[in-house]
């Protein structure tokens, strides 16, 4: 008999794990759960379609008679309810039962709700699926004025949009600069800049105390900490993702913000794997725990997944991975992990070019690039050596930085 | 990835029309060596040799939309 695979969640993750496992694993059966309505589409490029500039066939990756011809069965529109570790099956809310031998959980996350009054009304928007950019973009055509809250990854696509779209938007943010966890003020003026050309006017050291609704409960202004009220038809909210245990919370799985995985993308069960947002993973680059949302690091996770549940221990998951912005006329760019670290270097290297290197007990952690990306490959290969380059930093801040401007590694 | 031995040249053309049957990609699909032509043929006249999975006809959503094209 051949061993049956069950994948809950058809993003990236548990849709590269499904190519690797019917690859790999030829006479496997192999089942993919998920609770959209859609097959694999590209999460990266949703926000170009809410922007207006990319039709939806693109967008589209695994057309669903990929899943025919690759012997994968796939259910759409299919909600498990209840995973059931120790029998080894999952059950869904139309009390079907789903038996395998290895399962991988793909479940990802879903956007918060600011914890204030209104914050559910018709026109405040969240951005995770296809079919949230669908809404957005009909949305979002019909406004005039808009507010962004979110000042991170996730809202700055908000502001691209409204950007795109005419719309004249207000992005009230908590802090004094964007993301300010990992830039200081003179790289975040960099990116400010720039949504002022496009109409979005950043409003420093507010946020939202309540959303105001008109007589159809449809939002019609934010009114922030100071009382300052900011009329608006389209909201976009973007601070953060729950992730979403609540399916496994009553099994022996380990938890800590997220599905606990080792490197090799197992769980505390033994046959119970997970890859993409859900996981906190051991990250043996960064030598502890860690999350990554990217899309990279999520596809690469599903591979590692799957190859590990055909034969556990056979490869471990060790990646930098990167984000990136192009929504303006210079690129942005974020790798490993640019909020850790104890130190930092970080300079201006010409006009409009910044970056900032997070360092930890000497190490490269992470970092932002602004419009220069030329360093990155050094930058990762420097995180994947694990070099120590204490005493060397003003180098990393050197135009045209190369590992060889470095000195030789010594012996640790 | 690698390079093609194909004798064929990549150009990044500037693009505002997506074709619906175009294979659209963003430059975080990239692998980095992809990413590294795509950074240097953005915007500029130059040609650079076949690389990794970057095939005539494909966009690529970097800083705009880039078509490549392979001659």
Same mark, same amino acid.
């Given at each position: 008999m051949s061993d049956s695979y069950v994948i809950v969640g058809d993003g990236i993750a548990g849709a590269s794990a499904a190519e690797?496992l019917r690859?790999?694993a030829?006479?496997a059966e192999i089942t993919v759960l998920t609770d959209e309505g859609e097959s694999l589409y590209?999460r990266?490029?949703i926000?170009?379609?809410?922007?207006?500039?990319?039709?939806?066939?693109?967008?589209s990756i695994h057309q669903e008679d990929w899943y025919d011809e690759h012997d994968v069965d796939l259910r759409l529109n299919t909600i498990v309810d209840d995973i059931d570790v120790e029998g080894d099956a999952v059950h869904t809310h139309e009390g079907e039962t789903f038996a395998y031998d290895s399962l991988l959980l793909a479940i990802g996350g879903t956007p918060?709700q600011?914890?204030?009054?209104?914050?559910d009304?018709?026109?405040?928007?969240h951005?995770w699926t296809f079919q949230d950019a669908r809404r957005?973009?009909?949305?979002?055509?019909?406004?005039?004025?808009?507010?962004?809250?979110?000042?991170?990854?996730?809202?700055?696509?908000?502001?691209?949009?409204?950007?795109?779209?005419?719309?004249?938007?207000?992005?009230?943010?908590?802090?004094?600069?964007?993301?300010?966890?990992?830039?200081?003020?003179?790289?975040?003026?960099?990116?400010?800049?720039?949504?002022?050309?496009?109409?979005?006017?950043?409003?420093?050291?507010?946020?939202?105390?309540?959303?105001?609704?008109?007589?159809?409960?449809?939002?019609?202004?934010?009114?922030?900490?100071?009382?300052?009220?900011?009329?608006?038809?389209?909201?976009?909210?973007?601070?953060?993702l729950d992730f979403n245990t609540e399916l496994v919370r009553d099994t022996p799985l380990?938890l800590?913000?997220g599905i606990?995985?080792?490197?090799?993308?197992?769980t505390?069960v033994?046959n119970v794997f997970a890859a993409g947002d859900i996981t906190?993973?051991?990250?043996?680059?960064?030598?502890?725990?860690?999350?990554?949302?990217?899309?990279?690091?999520a596809?690469?996770?599903g591979?590692?997944a799957a190859?590990?549940m055909?034969?556990?221990?056979?490869?471990?998951?060790?990646?930098?991975?990167?984000?990136?912005?192009?929504?303006?006329?210079?690129?942005?760019?974020?790798?490993?992990?640019?909020?850790?670290?104890?130190?930092?270097?970080?300079?201006?290297?010409?006009?409009?070019?910044?970056?900032?290197?997070?360092?930890?007990?000497?190490?490269?952690?992470?970092?932002?690039?602004?419009?220069?990306?030329?360093?990155?490959?050094?930058?990762?290969?420097?995180?994947?050596?694990?070099?120590?380059?204490?005493?060397?930093?003003?180098?990393?801040?050197?135009?045209?930085?190369?590992?060889?401007?470095?000195?030789?590694?010594?012996?640790? | 990835?690698? &390079? %093609?031995? @194909? +004798? !064929?040249?990549?150009? &990044? %053309?500037? @693009? +505002? !029309?997506?074709?619906?049957?175009?294979?659209?990609?963003?430059?975080?699909?990239?692998?980095?060596?992809?990413?590294?032509?795509?950074?240097?043929?953005?915007?500029?006249?130059?040609?650079?040799?076949?690389?990794?999975?970057?095939?005539?006809?494909?966009?690529?959503?970097?800083?705009?939309?880039?078509?490549?094209?392979?001659?």
């Amino acid at each position: 008999m051949s061993d049956s695979y069950v994948i809950v969640g058809d993003g990236i993750a548990g849709a590269s794990a499904a190519e690797t496992l019917r690859e790999e694993a030829p006479d496997a059966e192999i089942t993919v759960l998920t609770d959209e309505g859609e097959s694999l589409y590209n999460r990266i490029l949703i926000k170009e379609y809410a922007k207006g500039k990319l039709p939806e066939a693109p967008i589209s990756i695994h057309q669903e008679d990929w899943y025919d011809e690759h012997d994968v069965d796939l259910r759409l529109n299919t909600i498990v309810d209840d995973i059931d570790v120790e029998g080894d099956a999952v059950h869904t809310h139309e009390g079907e039962t789903f038996a395998y031998d290895s399962l991988l959980l793909a479940i990802g996350g879903t956007p918060q709700q600011l914890p204030v009054e209104n914050a559910d009304a018709e026109g405040i928007h969240h951005f995770w699926t296809f079919q949230d950019a669908r809404r957005i973009k009909e949305s979002v055509e019909d406004a005039e004025r808009a507010v962004i809250v979110g000042a991170g990854l996730l809202g700055i696509d908000f502001a691209a949009i409204c950007g795109a779209q005419d719309v004249e938007a207000k992005y009230l943010m908590r802090g004094d600069n964007w993301w300010r966890y990992a830039l200081s003020a003179e790289g975040a003026e960099i990116m400010h800049e720039a949504m002022r050309e496009r109409g979005v006017e950043p409003v420093f050291g507010s946020g939202v105390d309540h959303f105001e609704v008109d007589d159809d409960g449809h939002v019609e202004a934010a009114v922030d900490p100071n009382g300052e009220r900011y009329e608006c038809d389209f909201a976009g909210v973007a601070i953060g993702l729950d992730f979403n245990t609540e399916l496994v919370r009553d099994t022996p799985l380990e938890l800590d913000d997220g599905i606990v995985v080792d490197e090799f993308m197992r769980t505390n069960v033994d046959n119970v794997f997970a890859a993409g947002d859900i996981t906190t993973f051991n990250d043996l680059i960064l030598g502890e725990r860690a999350k990554n949302g990217s899309w990279g690091s999520a596809k690469e996770q599903g591979t590692i997944a799957a190859r590990n549940m055909i034969d556990y221990a056979s490869e471990e998951f060790r990646w930098v991975s990167s984000y990136s912005i192009t929504h303006f006329d210079f690129p942005f760019l974020s790798f490993g992990h640019p909020t850790l670290g104890d130190d930092y270097a970080e300079a201006t290297t010409a006009e409009g070019e910044w970056r900032r290197v997070a360092l930890k007990d000497g190490k490269v952690v992470g970092g932002v690039l602004i419009g220069d990306l030329s360093p990155q490959s050094a930058f990762k290969q420097l995180m994947r050596e694990g070099r120590d380059v204490s005493g060397q930093t003003d180098r990393l801040m050197e135009p045209g930085f190369s590992v060889d401007d470095l000195a030789a590694p010594t012996e640790q | 990835m690698s &390079l %093609r031995d @194909t +004798g !064929r040249r990549l150009r &990044l %053309r500037r @693009t +505002g !029309r997506i074709p619906s049957d175009a294979r659209v990609r963003h430059y975080d699909e990239l692998d980095e060596e992809e990413q590294s032509v795509v950074r240097e043929l953005a915007g500029e006249p130059w040609t650079a040799p076949e690389i990794g999975d970057l095939d005539d006809g494909d966009v690529v959503k970097f800083t705009d939309y880039y078509q490549i094209r392979s001659r």
